[in-house]
């Protein structure tokens, strides 16, 4: 099974934006749990990261027919971008959306989100460790071996 971790604009700021909100955990250390967890269980993983929506969308385009499932954190854009949102449904790979903190009991824009129309799960307020919970829904439900 081959996962794609994506991460939208200002999660490359982890630990530095708002670490009240988002935690003290920085990018890199975020980026390392997801790769342990994964060859831990026997999953491969690809991560990315873009501050350009358009750059998420082609990645998201690229990941067709190389890719079992997505996890992503569209930061920003899930409350603004349709285009990623039409993404994710050309592609049709089964997704899951994270949000690192509890984005229901935050400002009202925050509860919008175009991109969970495209998603089979949303975990929201688990930290980074909704990652990992993302990655481990996907591996049961898309199933091992591929």
Do not use: W
């Not at 790979?93 to 400002?107: A, G, W, Y």
């Amino acid at each position: 099974m081959k996962i794609l971790v994506i991460n939208g604009p200002n999660i490359n700021m982890l630990g530095i934006r708002e670490p009240a909100i988002y935690g003290k955990e920085n990018f890199a250390s975020l980026i390392a749990k997801i790769e342990k967890h994964c060859a831990d269980n026997g999953i491969a993983v690809e991560t990315y990261q873009s501050n350009h929506e358009g750059d998420l969308v082609d990645r998201i385009q690229a990941a067709y027919g190389n890719i079992d499932g997505i996890v992503i954190n569209p930061g920003a854009y899930t409350h603004t971008s349709v285009a990623l949102l039409d993404a994710l449904k050309a592609v049709s790979i089964p997704t899951v959306e994270v949000h690192i903190s509890k984005v229901d009991e935050r400002e009202p824009f925050r509860q919008i989100s175009y991109v969970r129309y495209a998603c089979v799960k949303t975990i929201t307020g688990k930290g980074t460790d909704g990652y990992l919970e993302a990655i481990d829904y996907l591996a049961q439900t898309v199933g091992d071996g591929k």
